[in-house]
């Protein structure tokens, strides 16, 4: 049964609990027997999979501490051929990565519609999956569905109440406290940062707080180009890429100043900026299966 499974799990320390996160309340109406209708208090949860207590199980499991320091270790000792985006200049320019205690990880985000697409509930069940994986081990293993950890599930329809500060945020102070304090195994400490965020182009600029319509005039999470310039550039026009110094600008005028979103592309701040040594203007991967193989 499904609870001896979930029983046996536990017992052999295989089986994370999800935290439930609160993020408020909402009056849903029911029909009583008697057919009247009645106000119900509801609560809007999102579901959280500690990604501390993950990290330690792995760092824990046999062999895993040995194969993620052989890799670190050929990999900055590599020379100058590009094997993947960590062999680039933004990983090696970032000491946070490059630390031989230091293990990176790369979040995937995307949402799921999990009733027919076709009917009339579409929407109100969709939800949102967040999932992890670590990326200093052999890319043999990066790609194997055990090498990938569900971290987050939330409704989508309350990304748009609440924001994903709220949905994020114990994830996010998770994230802060294993670079700043690491895990502690075998006498040393060993800390988790932040590398990349994957997702598709909708999810990645909903989630970084640009536009989500992709004819607006600045529709690009890389660069500030009219979409007008976009049909016509075939090389890439370094003065038009964001910024840090400037996307906090352009934030900052729209929040604080009221500057129309139209002038920029951008809505909002993201939430893992607060994370300081990880920016969405440095966030330069695109996810290959829908971009290129989905077309």
Request: charged share 20%; with cysteine; proline share 2%.
């Amino acid at each position: 049964s499904k609870y001896k499974i979930l029983k046996s799990f536990k017992a052999n320390n295989r089986y994370i609990d999800p935290v439930e996160v609160f993020l408020g309340s909402r009056y849903e109406q029911k029909l009583s027997k008697d057919g009247i209708p009645k106000q119900i208090l509801r609560k809007d949860t999102c579901q959280y999979i500690s990604i501390t207590k993950t990290m330690q199980h792995i760092i824990s499991l046999d062999g895993f501490i040995n194969l993620f320091q052989t890799y670190k270790c050929d990999k900055n000792a590599r020379d100058s051929t590009l094997c993947n985006i960590q062999d680039g200049f933004y990983y090696y320019s970032n000491p946070t990565f490059t630390a031989i205690d230091t293990i990176t990880i790369e979040l995937f985000i995307d949402d799921v519609e999990v009733v027919n697409p076709l009917g009339s509930h579409t929407g109100i069940h969709k939800l949102g999956f967040v999932y992890f994986t670590i990326k200093d081990i052999p890319v043999s293993l990066q790609s194997n569905l055990g090498s990938i950890f569900l971290v987050n599930v939330h409704y989508s329809l309350d990304v748009e109440k609440y924001g994903y500060k709220a949905i994020f945020e114990p994830l996010i102070q998770d994230l802060k406290q294993l670079l700043d304090q690491g895990i502690k195994f075998q006498g040393n400490t060993y800390k988790i940062a932040l590398w990349q965020i994957l997702g598709d182009n909708l999810g990645l600029n909903k989630l970084f707080g640009f536009v989500e319509c992709f004819t607006a005039n600045f529709c690009c999470r890389f660069c500030l180009a009219h979409k007008n310039v976009m049909q016509k550039m075939i090389k890439e026009d370094i003065s038009l890429l964001h910024h840090k110094a400037g996307h906090d600008t352009h934030v900052r005028d729209v929040i604080e100043r009221n500057i129309s979103t139209a002038m920029c592309g951008v809505k909002s701040d993201c939430p893992f900026n607060e994370l300081g040594y990880w920016h969405i203007t440095s966030n330069l991967v695109v996810d290959v299966m829908h971009d290129l193989l989905e077309g």
